[in-house]
T-cell receptor, first 117, second 110 residues
Framework: NAGVMQNPRHLVRRRGQEARLRCSPMKGHSHVYWYRQLPEEGLKFMVYLQKENIIDESGMPKERFSAEFPKEGPSILRIQQVVRGDSAAYFC???????????????FGSGTRLTVV | DAKTTQPTSMDCAEGRAANLPCNHSTISGNEYVYWYRQIHSQGPQYIIHGLKNNETNEMASLIITEDRKSSTLILPHATLRDTAVYYCIVSQTGANNLFFGTGTRLTVIP
């Protein structure tokens, strides 16, 4: 049973380019979460999705960032016109249900390290 | 926002038990306590969680006080590979995500 798969592991983009980060949740998990971790900082929630729906995007910047979780295929975090400040580790997690529903935690992927040059 | 407080850092000698405390004095009756850790540059790793009773698994033990206002994560025989940041998290009722605070940076010393 594969865990949460993220790719690529490392991504280098020039300023102004687009970055696409992919996340395949664990089998049986229909809830996907994206977190960002800036260098030497903690994990910050960005967005929570279920299949074909964005449930909570309160942590995602309003400009340039978008996320989707289509019916088929992985969840995608898309960053348009990247800037140096977007350089960070982006982690995806999945779960069977939301933590607020009780006894469900997350399984995290290994992350994508985005470097903007 | 954070509902937990943890010490910023702790040291532990290799082979000894590491006891990581966490205060969650405003926890509600149906909220769980989760522990995760993040080893440098890796994704966070689930350790254990509990509601009221003490819990034990192959990684650690979780001791929750009777009033549930605090808990302790115990790594019974710490190794160098246990050096990581440990996060104590309370799942908030109706929340859509887990809030990761600053955690405790545990350093296991040879």
């Amino acid at each position: 049973n594969a865990g949460v798969m993220q790719n690529p592991r490392h991504l280098v983009r020039r300023r102004g380019q687009e970055a696409r980060l992919r996340c395949s949740p664990m089998k049986g998990h229909s809830h996907v979460y994206w977190y960002r971790q800036l260098p030497e900082e903690g994990l910050k929630f960005m967005v929570y999705l279920q299949k074909e729906n964005i449930i909570d995007e309160s942590g995602m910047p309003k400009e340039r960032f978008s996320a989707e979780f289509p019916k088929e295929g992985p969840s995608i975090l898309r960053i348009q016109q990247v800037v140096r400040g977007d350089s960070a580790a982006y982690f995806c997690a999945s779960s069977r249900a939301t933590p607020g529903q009780g006894n469900y935690g997350y399984t995290f992927g290994s992350g994508t390290r985005l470097t903007v040059v | 926002d954070a509902k937990t407080t943890q010490p910023t850092s702790m040291d532990c000698a290799e082979g000894r038990a590491a006891n990581l405390p966490c205060n969650h004095s405003t926890i509600s009756g149906n909220e769980y306590v989760y522990w995760y850790r993040q080893i440098h540059s890796q994704g966070p790793q689930y350790i254990i969680h509990g509601l009221k009773n003490n819990e034990t698994n192959e990684m650690a033990s979780l001791i929750i006080t009777e009033d549930r206002k605090s808990s302790t994560l115990i790594l019974p025989h710490a190794t160098l590979r246990d050096t990581a940041v440990y996060y104590c998290i309370v799942s908030q009722t109706g929340a859509n995500n887990l809030f990761f605070g600053t955690g405790t940076r545990l350093t296991v010393i040879p």
